[in-house]
Structure formats: C-alpha cells, structure tokens
C-alpha cells in the first residue's frame, strides 16, 4: 500500500510516519519510508531552494514541487510499490494542494492538474491527515525555514485548506486528532489503516 502523511507544520508527521514504517516492519512487510520535497538526489536540491533559496513567483514554487515529485516518483515510489513493498510518505500531493493550492490562491484542480502529469496519476491510497489546532501547531513547529516563516494567516489558511481537502476527498483521505501522545496516535492510524485494506 502507498500512505502519505499530511498536516500543518508541526503536526507531527514526520514521527508519526516513522512509527507506522516500524509497525509495518514489525509485521514482516517491506517498507520504504521517504519524503518530500526530497527522497532523492535532485529532489534534496530542490528542497534546498524551496526552503533557503530566493523568493519565488507562487506557480514556480508550485512547479518546483511538482518537479521534485516527478523524480521520486519514478525513481523510488513506483519502484517500490512494483515489487510489492509499501510506501510510506511524509508529505505529498496533498501538501501542494493545501499550500500552493489553496494556501497561495493557485486553485486546487490547477494544482491537482499539475500533479497528476508530474506522478503520471499515482495518488496514494489513504493520505492520514494528522489534525491540531493552528497555535499548537506552530507552537510545536518553530520557524525554521522560508515557509515557515509565513506567520499566523498563512498557517490559518494551511490548516482551513487542509479540512477542505478531506472534505473533498474523503475516501481516500483518513483525518486523525493529533493532539495525543505519539504512541496512542500511532495505534490509532495503524487500526485506521486496516478497517481500509
Ligand atoms: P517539511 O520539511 O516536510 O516540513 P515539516 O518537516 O515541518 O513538515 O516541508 C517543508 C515545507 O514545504 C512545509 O512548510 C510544507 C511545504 N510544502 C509545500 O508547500 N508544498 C508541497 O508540495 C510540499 C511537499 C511541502
């Protein structure tokens, strides 16, 4: 199965995406855990200049994300789910919908469009959204990079747009309360995720 994980900066993503790599280990299966923007060698440069580079037009970010996207998956994600392994990603086109789509105004079916050309119409088959108050959120996150640092309106309207988004895609989309301790959390996305398969 292919699952990404979705949320606000400071959601808890990136744990929670380890933690379901360790659960399905633990059960025998082959799984590839990665990440974007990144998960591979052009998509970490890219990363590079989304989050430290220059300011940059709304479209050329999106389509830098996108680009990223392209590469890994042909070069790991549909590798993978080939030879039968699960995916596990720590964001996906989700995330482009949410910030580039909604968050900077492009629209979510230009920016869905975009995307299904780069993964050539791979989607995964449950996206766990991970969901927490915007103040916890940024509270949790810091500011690290250059997204990061767009201030309170813009994570407001990440958060509105992610809510959107499962109420547009609700079967492939599983919302999660992400206000717990990560062990309890993680129980709950695994269960989620077999009351599906
Ligand atoms: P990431 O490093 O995953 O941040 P975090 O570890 O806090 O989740 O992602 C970096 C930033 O990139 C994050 O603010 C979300 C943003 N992003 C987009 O705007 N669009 C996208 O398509 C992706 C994948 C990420």
């Known amino acids: 199965m292919f699952v990404s ?11 929670q995406a380890e933690l379901l790599r360790a659960a399905l280990a633990a059960e025998g ?8 923007p990144g998960g591979t060698e052009l998509g970490e440069r890219i990363r590079a200049l989304l989050l430290d580079g220059p300011e940059m037009s709304s479209w050329a970010e999106a389509a830098l994300f996108a680009a990223s996207r ?26 482009s919908l949410a910030y580039q789509g909604i968050g900077r105004g492009l629209g979510v079916d230009e920016v869905l469009e975009l995307n299904l050309h780069a993964t050539r119409g791979l989607l995964p088959d449950t996206t766990v959204l991970l ?13 690290s990079d250059r997204l990061e640092r767009q201030g309170d309106d813009f994570r407001q309207s990440v958060d509105a747009a992610y809510r959107e988004l499962a ?30 398969s």
């Open 131 to 143: 969901l927490l108050d915007a103040e916890t959120a940024a509270a949790r996150a810091g500011e």
């Open 70 to 95: 392209a590469q890994h998956v042909e070069q790991v994600i549909r590798p993978a789910l080939e030879r039968g392994a699960d995916v596990v990603c720590d964001r996906f086109v989700d995330s």
């Open 5 to 15: 994980f979705e949320g606000a900066d400071g959601s808890g993503k990136s744990t």
């Open 29 to 36: 299966r082959e799984v590839v855990l990665t990440r974007e």
């Open 167 to 196: 109420e547009r895609f609700p079967d492939r989309i599983v919302t999660i309360d992400a206000t717990g301790v990560p062990e309890t959390i993680a129980r709950e996305v695994r269960e989620r995720l077999r009351d599906r």
